[in-house]
């Protein structure tokens, strides 16, 4: 609890940690009237007086791209870039509910902005908003049904994924014969219960024509979108759309049947993903990786389902110039030997935090870029001296010679202590490490 007092003394306001049921505007004290917004950064200036990093700002030699730049490419930055991935915790900062920021894309794009600025600047921001960008009708990942607060959720519930079989193990045979894209064109309204390709292409279309206005908007503000667009690995694809049981049983019973499916379908999963970064012209891929890891199956698999089609996306992707970002959730240190086959300091490797990142500076140390891991548990639960002392452990190790960004280890949990956060970014701003 603080104290805060108007300037002439004569009223006193107490101020709880600003919580969800603390959504209305404030009223006027004394000779002020405050906004709700305005309340809550007088409240964390206070709080980062007494919290904030000791350290010395580090003299910034280079532009946000440079650094980041530079960083993905094995070189040594003037400083390790930071980037918390944030979405859910950006509406939460601001003291809206999930549903305010998913159903007017402004309230979104907003709580983003500001959120942003009242950590203080970073050098990737992870979205503009809280969709994904994709062109009208094609899609890069599994179409699957997405339950949005305070429509089929509660108006604060975290938006949540409906796992269900989207096709059945013959259609297996269909896709090879299609393709991922004409197998949707036919198959997309059955499988939705009535709601046609057309319209679900109105809706992509007009939120991609959003997703281009913010990323201008937030270029012409020096603050940089991380990625063009996003794609699912084979095996994210393909277990999502038959749910990762019924997945797993294919693998056993018709691998043949599956290997025909994906062979048919990668080709058009790298378009789509190109198609998108044409309009939003950030040349950069994010590749949602979790379902093909050690952690769910062993390494025959992988090297017979995930990594053939992984090492086209890559070739796809640079040969258009594009930097492929792995996304890897789940414990993926038996596969990442692997990624030394792949071409040395194009690719970024982010992790989550169940991975063992230290393991992974071990095995990748000057062939890849490493992204993460400031693990959710320790941003929600922990204080912000375990902050600094985790983030500077990061940069001493993981970023002894370039190639290391600090970023939260999957998103940033929507309930993170916004302290704890700011933190992060400013360790990144202030620590450069042991020389």
């Not at 050098?123 to 049904?145: A, H, I, Q």
């Not at 393909?238 to 994906?262: G, N």
């Amino acid at each position: 609890m603080i104290h805060l007092f108007t300037s002439f003394g004569k009223e006193t306001l107490t101020v709880r940690q600003p919580t969800n049921d603390c959504l209305k505007p404030l009223k006027c004290y004394g000779f002020f009237c405050f906004s709700l917004r305005a309340l809550r950064l007088w409240v964390r200036i206070i709080e980062d007086n007494a919290i904030h990093y000791e350290g010395k700002m580090i003299q910034e030699t280079m532009s946000r791209a440079e650094r980041f730049n530079a960083a993905v490419a094995l070189e040594k930055p003037d400083r390790v870039p930071v980037m918390p991935l944030m979405t859910a915790f950006a509406v939460r900062a601001q003291g809206l509910t999930q549903g305010a920021g998913w159903r007017d894309v402004e309230t979104g794009f907003q709580a983003m902005l500001n959120t942003f600025n009242d950590l203080g600047g970073f050098d990737r921001l992870y979205k503009p908003n809280l969709f994904w960008p994709m062109t009208g009708g094609r899609f890069c990942s599994t179409p699957v049904r997405v339950l949005i607060p305070g429509r089929q959720l509660p108006e604060d519930a975290l938006n949540q994924i409906d796992e269900r079989v989207l096709f059945s193990r013959a259609d297996y045979d269909r896709i090879a014969a299609l393709g991922w894209n004409a197998f949707w064109d036919e198959h997309y309204e059955e499988m939705s219960g009535g709601r046609t390709i057309g319209q679900v292409a109105a809706t992509q279309d007009r939120l991609l024509k959003e997703y281009i206005r913010e990323v201008e908007i937030y270029h012409d503000l020096d603050i940089h979108p991380l990625f063009g667009a996003y794609v699912d690995s084979s095996i994210m694809a393909f277990s999502m759309a038959r749910t990762l049981t019924q997945f797993t049983m294919d693998l056993y019973e018709v691998p043949d049947k599956i290997k025909a499916a994906m062979d048919a379908s990668c080709a058009d999963l790298i378009q789509n993903a190109l198609d998108v970064i044409a309009l939003t012209q950030i040349p950069l891929v994010f590749i949602v990786l979790e379902r093909g890891s050690g952690f769910y199956y062993r390494l025959d698999v992988f090297e017979q389902f995930e990594w053939p089609y992984l090492q086209r996306y890559v070739d796809a992707f640079l040969s258009e110039g594009i930097t492929p970002w792995f996304h890897f959730d789940t414990d993926w240190g038996l596969n990442l030997p692997y990624l030394k086959q792949l071409p040395k300091g194009k690719c970024v490797c982010d992790l989550d935090g169940m991975t063992d990142i230290f393991k992974a500076k071990e095995i990748l140390d000057g062939h890849m870029c490493i992204s993460g891991d400031v693990p959710a548990d320790l941003l929600t639960l922990g204080t912000p001296e375990q902050i600094r002392d985790y983030c500077q452990r990061l940069i001493d190790e993981v970023g002894r010679g370039g190639g290391f960004i600090l970023t939260t280890g999957c998103e940033c949990p929507v309930d993170a202590r916004f302290e704890n956060v700011k933190m992060m970014i400013d360790v990144a701003k202030n620590y450069r490490g042991k020389e």
